[in-house]
């Protein structure tokens, strides 16, 4: 009996159940036992409907366009789909199983009112309270359905009867709200009684108009919050009832007495909402409601308290063993008016209490801003319990005071939260530590995708273009991670600046695009970070071979590589006008004439006394007109080469032939201005040679000595990394590919400062941003969960297990399997949920050969690449392993 496909799914979020637009895409994976690609017959119902069955072409099962006509607001759909002639026999496969969605409220079909609270007195940014907005209706008998839209320029929650709609946290997410906002929709049909029932929606600040940054500044999308709903019922007898949002809604302070998503809440649960004033309608401007690609985010894990140490009176130390985001639920907060203060941060001081100075946020001339994550709760004496979901934290550690009630351990527990994102990828190896980094890198990317890929969950918590440019290539390796970078696309286009520049985030809630005045205005166009809108569709367009992520972000790239051609055309640096007044004809190609963030976070050098250096804070004006066109020529270079493949795919011939020579040329400039004949670069540092080798940039006679120098300068650091932020993650694979596999594992293995597994002996539980974010004496320096060094995984991914997509391959239609041994690894093993289906590799050293077993999916063709170089291809699906005798690895 054939087998049949599986794994059903569209392109759109949910809660309970996936929520579409008019005409989600669909996707699913081949039959397992299809040995190269088929066409597929799909079939579906729109409310019981039959539409006629449609048949795809050859190898359609990816994103497969909706044949249909267009749905309508509220319609439920079940489709399923079959295989044509898996086993040579039966004309069809089996029928996979059905699959079930709903289209949501369109856009066009919404009746409700913009609804805002009442609101006494502005308290201002970071001291507001949620208000409860709360409406009355009557159900008669015999509901059969109950769905609830809604959403908010706020983040808000709502209750049918008390009962908590939905498991999402955070709602709506965070989005640029100017151009962008989605609704959620949940299924109530439990909560809703005959007669009388109550719908109640509790509206917090969040991003929309809460602090942002690390100098807490208030969100500019605006200065009062609303929420947007319909209750849609439907009635046995085939009657619907529609509640929406409108005049007769009420509004009063909740017991949420102070809601701010960096700050923390305070909830008094012995405050009782009174009968409520009339609500505000029509106050804000909003875009049309959309529905989200991206799975919602939640509480995916809770964690008890590792450890309770009391530290004095009333005072209370928890550990609950991992950096994370979320908060703290507490049960059992003691007598009525019992107040109970939790503080929460990444590290302990020397006398064992939560110490957050190193997040503080500093400008020169200026005092320090401190940072604060607290949440408070005052006891009703009901047995109540704090889940203060109109916040979140970046936190391992807590610091609890209450006075005069005591505090039972079990009472506690983190609820980590975050966007649900689905696992694709696992890794272990026979290497302890290599298997802790992956696992420390992993948690410091699950706790910044809260919504978006922010850099923090704890000082800034902002969504940069360059931290997820840097760590997508790793992400797409652990998660499906296409609907959360698409929603997350979607703001960097809303933020794009009229002149084509790149936000440095999105989303931008301090709105650079309508301040070009502001001194941020003037460093915003980095390249590596503004490089993100084409470097992040690309990486994902390879890996789930989805056209329309580059089609839709098509005028962004363009916009953006064209500003930086003309940037680089018409400004120079300093430096180059002294040294010739009328540029140099290559000069054109170069990028230096505006501002870039360079490597970045590099490792800090020591001064005589042994205190850090930082060219930054020190000499900030130096830094800033520093020459960093050899960092901005690079990115020229790769942006504009992208460009033209990705015009290539969108069958835009005339924009490829152009973009290929400009990169073509660029390359050149940069060879010109930055490469010697001896193959060094002009700035002779790890990051440069790193970027060189790794972008294509030196020519092939010259990349033995280009990787011989960078070997060089390693070996002068102490067999140390010198890299940052932009180059650290292509470190190793260069290494490993310029054959100094042997050095790329040491400076791995590397245990002293710079190194990842320094973080592992000062026990970090994520990625640092500081290579010493906790140094000799104990101090904490900087975020101790920023992911983009995390990148580091990649390699363990590409080269110590060897999995890694064809050159060309698209969606992992193509891999190799080329493991690069060390001695101190003798196995590995790992899968990838490829989009036609699993892979899994094996590989164990005995002696002196070298065993490999490879999984190969349906529709997909494979090579096993042995270390002496001899080939097994091609690979055929299923199963197939293999053994050879290699020389002992050195």
């Known amino acids: 009996m054939p087998d ?64 249909w006509a267009a ?15 898996t086993d040579g026999g039966s004309p069809w496969s089996p029928w996979s199983r059905w699959h079930t969605f709903e289209s949501g409220l369109l856009a066009a079909d919404w009746r409700a009112r913009w609804i805002s609270p009442a609101e006494s007195a502005d308290r201002g940014y970071g001291r507001r309270p949620a ?158 409601v959309d529905w989200s690609p991206a799975p919602p985010v939640r509480v995916v894990e809770s964690r008890p308290a590792r450890s309770v140490e009391q530290l004095d009176d009333g005072v209370w130390i928890a550990d609950f063993g991992q950096n994370a985001s979320g908060w703290i639920a507490l049960r059992d907060l003691g007598p009525t008016g019992t107040r109970t203060i939790v503080d929460h941060g990444e590290h302990l001081g020397p006398d064992g209490d939560l110490t957050t100075a190193h997040l503080d946020s500093t400008r020169p001339g200026q005092a320090p801003i401190p940072f604060v994550q607290r949440d408070v709760a005052v006891s009703a004496g009901g047995g109540e319990t704090f889940e203060p979901r109109h916040t979140v934290h970046g936190f391992r550690y807590a610091r609890i005071r209450r006075d005069g009630a005591p505090l039972d351990p079990a009472t506690l527990v983190m609820r980590v939260v975050h966007s649900d994102l689905r696992r694709t990828g696992t890794f272990a190896c026979g290497h302890r530590d290599l ?38 290539p790793t992400a797409t390796r652990l998660y499906d991670v296409l609907g959360f970078s698409r929603k997350w696309l979607r703001s960097v286009r809303d933020d794009q600046l009229p002149d084509g520049r790149v936000a440095n985030f999105s989303p931008d809630g301090r709105r650079i695009k309508h301040h070009l005045d502001d001194q941020f205005a003037m460093m915003t166009g980095s390249a590596g970070w503004g490089d993100a809108v084409v470097a992040v569709p690309w990486e994902l367009y390879e890996s789930y071979g989805d056209r329309e992520i580059l089609a839709e972000n098509w005028e962004a790239m363009v916009r953006w590589v064209e500003w930086a051609l003309t940037t680089a055309r018409t400004a120079r640096h300093p430096s180059r006008v002294e040294r010739s007044a009328e540029p140099l004809p290559h000069e054109q190609y170069l990028w230096d004439g505006s501002f870039h963030w360079g490597e970045w976070t590099e490792p800090k050098a020591k001064a005589a006394d042994g205190t850090r250096v930082d060219p930054v804070k020190d000499d900030p004006v130096a830094w800033f007109m520093a020459d960093k066109g050899e960092v901005g020529t690079s990115f020229l270079y790769r942006s504009t080469a992208t460009l033209a493949r990705v015009a290539r795919v969108l069958e835009r011939t005339r924009e490829s032939d152009r973009y290929t020579a400009i990169a073509e040329r660029i390359r050149d400039a940069w ?15 790890q990051a440069g040679y790193v970027r060189a080798l790794s972008l294509g940039l030196v020519p092939d006679q010259l990349r033995e000595a280009t990787a011989a120098r960078l070997v060089e300068l390693i070996r002068a650091a102490g067999t140390h990394l010198t890299t940052g932020f932009l180059a650290t993650g292509e470190l ?63 390699f363990l991914h590409t080269h110590t297990l060897g999995l890694r997509q064809t050159p060309g391959s698209i969606a992992w239609e193509s891999f190799e399997v ?59 699906p299923g199963r197939f392993s293999a053994t050879r005798r290699v020389g002992k690895a050195s």
């Open 671 to 685: 060879r010109t201005e930055f490469l010697s004949p001896d193959g060094h670069t002009a700035g002779d540092t």
């Open 818 to 876: 080329a493991p690069v041994p060390h001695p101190s690894v003798p196995w590995a093993r790992g899968t990838h949920e490829s989009p036609q289906g699993t892979i899994a590799v094996e590989w164990r050293t005995t002696g002196d050969t070298l065993t490999i077993t490879v999984d190969v999916p349906p529709a997909t063709t494979a090579r096993i690449v042995f270390p002496d170089g001899t080939v097994e291809e091609p690979l055929a």
């Open 732 to 794: 190793l694979p260069v290494l490993a590919d310029a054959g100094h596999a042997d050095v790329a594992y040491e400076v791995l293995l590397q245990r002293t400062a710079p190194s990842w597994l320094y973080m592992l002996d000062r026990g970090a539980t994520t990625i640092w941003e500081d290579w010493e974010g906790i140094d000799d004496t104990g101090t904490a320096h900087d975020s101790l969960n920023h992911y983009s060094k995390g990148a580091v995984i990649r």
């Open 131 to 288: 208000y409860l907005l709360s409406a009355r209706f009557t159900a008669r008998s015999g509901v059969r359905s109950a769905r609830l839209y809604a959403t908010a320029l706020g983040v808000y929650e709502a209750y049918v009867n008390g009962e908590r709609a939905g498991t999402a946290e955070l709602s709506p997410g965070s989005t640029s709200y100017d151009r962008t906002l989605y609704a959620q929709a949940c299924d109530v049909t439990a909560a809703v009684e005959t007669g009388d029932n109550r719908l109640d929606i509790l509206l917090s600040d969040g991003w929309y108009r809460g602090q942002v940054g690390a100098f807490r500044l208030p969100a500019g999308w605006g200065t009062v919050p609303g929420a947007r709903a319909e209750l849609h019922l439907f009635y046995e007898d085939g009657a619907r009832q529609v509640v929406r949002t409108d005049g007769t809604w009420t509004s009063a302070e909740s017991a949420i007495t102070r809601a701010d998503l960096m700050d923390g809440q305070t909830t008094d649960f012995r405050v009782r909402p009174g009968t409520g004033r009339p609500v505000l309608v029509d106050q804000v401007e909003a875009p049309a």
């Open 435 to 472: 298997d802790r980094l992956h696992e420390i890198a992993e948690w410091s990317f699950r706790g910044n995708a809260v919504d978006v890929p922010t850099d923090c969950p704890t000082r800034e918590r902002l969504a940069w273009t360059g931290d997820y440019q840097v760590f997508a």
């Open 4 to 67: 049949a496909p599986y794994d059903l799914a569209i392109d759109s979020g949910g809660d309970a159940f996936p929520v579409s637009g008019p005409r989600p895409r669909l996707s699913w994976k081949p039959p397992s036992d299809a040995a190269g690609p088929v066409a597929y017959q799909v079939e579906c119902t729109v409310d019981g409907e039959a539409r006629p069955a449609v048949t795809t072409a050859v190898g359609g099962q990816r994103f497969f366009p909706w044949p």
């Open 71 to 85: 749905l309508d607001s509220g319609r439920r759909v079940a489709w399923r789909v079959r295989a044509l002639g």
